[in-house]
């Protein structure tokens, strides 16, 4: 009796099973809350309008003389983009890390084509996608320049994926150790300043003459792959049919030197150890422990000066509490001076840094996480909880009231207008005292939890509305304390009292100090009584 055997199953294809898994990482992680798949379908819809405006407004430009700089610059920036966005969002996608693959027995050639086909699957290369077929209809013109457009659309949606994936797999292990975390949070400290960079650079572009300013550097950016091959479009509507061919030879070169590189990196990666958590020296730490000695020095005994101390050094060692305060630091100077280097700035600006600081008051217990149980061992009456709550206040002044004062006088120099000074510091101070005092009443009315396995979450699941009720609404109760300072200053100036404005000064820093000290007040009794329902807060997930 023979034995009956089964036909083995065909064995899939490495690149089908990689888009399948792509897919289903996609299908699992949308259905994990309705949140995600709404702010996923929100992400689609807005990327398919900006694309749709983006390619009308090519069509527009086909013809025109400065076609060439829109969309051989539009595409360098593209190029960009993806090229820092791992460097900002490595946890954005899953398949971003090639350290997962490691124990599989896979060949770098079928991954690496495995991968790139399967980075293809997504709203970003799609969006890539269109508005590459955008730039290189404003150019196209002729016969030829179509046959090298279709050529350059797929080159270059291409090149930026695996530009993308290059830099990913070239810098995994920084990008998952803790100072990966740290260069991760900082992303929006990069989207602002570049926001007020573009911003900037438009007012500028606007008074040089327009896009013809630009043709020196679309000239250089042309020879750049992957913008490269937009040029060749271009180069091949004007005849130039020899640099066309180099252009896009060229970006298909460096294409096969990024497929080169992150093979390089892929086989590095899965057969060399991870040495990026090797400890510091002995010596480098006994450096630090004298640093942070010489730190306690400066502040005050007891508890305050303990409170004020773990306070400091939260904002120096917790990757998310120094992410926010590095973004609000500089957030709060580009934007009075950005617009007072325009000439459309008021030194009224300056107040941004007040209220960019004052938010780090909020949430003062969840910033503890679930540590915050060993500071709840030392608090058992009102007392107790105005020590720790105005402490935590006095760090954060510590920081907050000469930066405010220094970004005020920044910008009175860049307007050249320091008879304004006093006034401006005044609603400054004002405003901080205000946004101390609302931020310590909703500390202990709405704490929530900040969770420490997500370098992008913010607030706990289920906690949302917490932190938008103890932000949004502090923020509008810090505006309407202040209104009797913004009041004093507006009726000053209308009634011309000018002899009389150098008073907002005092009166302003007085006002915020008595309103800090009554909200510290409000806020004490309420947070030693409420004190189990926040612990239980800040501690959730």
Not at 498 to 503: C, G, Y
Request: hydrophobic share 55%.
């Amino acid at each position: 009796m023979s034995a009956v055997t089964t036909p083995a199953a065909p064995a899939q294809s490495l690149t089908r099973v990689f888009v399948l898994l792509k897919l289903a990482l996609l299908r699992n992680g949308l259905r994990q809350s309705g949140g995600r798949t709404a702010a996923y379908i929100a992400t689609i819809v807005f990327g398919a309008v900006f694309a749709a405006g983006a390619v009308l407004g090519f069509v527009l430009l086909r013809g025109r003389t400065d076609a060439d700089t829109v969309a051989v610059l539009l595409t360098g920036v593209i190029a960009l983009a993806w090229t820092v966005m791992p460097l900002f969002i490595p946890s954005g996608d899953e398949t971003l890390d090639p350290s997962r693959l490691v124990m599989l027995p896979l060949r770098p050639q079928p991954l690496v084509r495995a991968l790139l086909v399967a980075s293809l699957v997504g709203v970003g290369p799609l969006f890539t996608l269109f508005l590459v077929s955008g730039a290189v209809l404003s150019v196209a013109q002729g016969a030829a320049a179509t046959v090298f457009a279709v050529l350059a659309v797929p080159l270059v949606t291409v090149t930026c994926v695996a530009l993308s994936r290059a830099v990913a797999a070239a810098n995994i292990r920084l990008l998952t150790s803790r100072k990966g975390r740290d260069l991760a949070l900082l992303s929006g400290l990069v989207i602002a300043v570049g926001m007020q960079l573009v911003n900037f650079g438009a007012q500028r572009l606007g008074q040089a003459g327009g896009l013809e300013s630009l043709e020196p550097a679309t000239a250089v950016v042309g020879w750049l792959p992957p913008a490269a091959a937009i040029g060749a479009v271009d180069a091949a509507s004007q005849g130039s049919y020899a640099v066309a061919a180099a252009r896009l030879l060229l970006t298909a070169g460096a294409l096969a030197a990024l497929v080169h590189w992150w093979r390089r990196s892929l086989v590095r990666l899965m057969v060399e150890p991870d040495g990026s958590t090797i400890g510091a020296a002995p010596d480098a730490g006994r450096e630090k422990s004298a640093g942070a000695g010489r730190l306690g020095r400066l502040l005050p005994g007891g508890r305050t000066g303990a409170v004020m101390e773990r306070s400091l050094r939260y904002i120096w060692r917790d990757p998310k509490t120094k992410a926010a305060w590095v973004t609000s630091l500089a957030v709060g100077l580009i934007v009075p001076l950005f617009n007072a280097f325009q000439g459309t700035g008021s030194i009224y600006f300056a107040c941004f840094a007040s209220a960019m600081l004052g938010i780090q008051m909020y949430n003062q217990f969840g910033q503890d996480t679930s540590a915050f149980w060993m500071v709840a061992q030392t608090i058992s009456t009102a007392a107790d909880a105005y020590a720790e709550l105005r402490a935590r206040a006095l760090a954060l002044l510590a920081v907050t009231l000469p930066y405010t004062a220094l970004v005020t006088a920044v910008t009175a120099g860049v307007l050249g207008d320091w008879s304004q000074l006093p006034e401006a510091l005044g609603v400054a101070f004002a405003l901080l005292g205000a946004m101390l005092a609302t931020g310590a009443v909703a500390s202990a009315s709405f704490p929530y939890s900040i969770p420490q396995d997500s370098g992008y979450k913010n607030v706990a699941p289920g906690q949302g509305g917490l932190a938008w009720i103890s932000i949004l609404g502090g923020m509008v109760t810090a505006a309407v304390l202040c209104a009797p300072v913004i009041a004093a200053t507006v009726y000053l100036n209308v009634s011309d009292q000018e002899s009389l404005l150098w008073l907002l000064f005092p009166v302003g820093a007085a006002y915020g100090a008595l309103i800090a000290w009554a909200g510290l007040k409000a806020a004490a009794p309420r947070a030693a009584r409420r004190l189990p329902e926040i612990l239980a807060a800040v501690s959730k997930g």
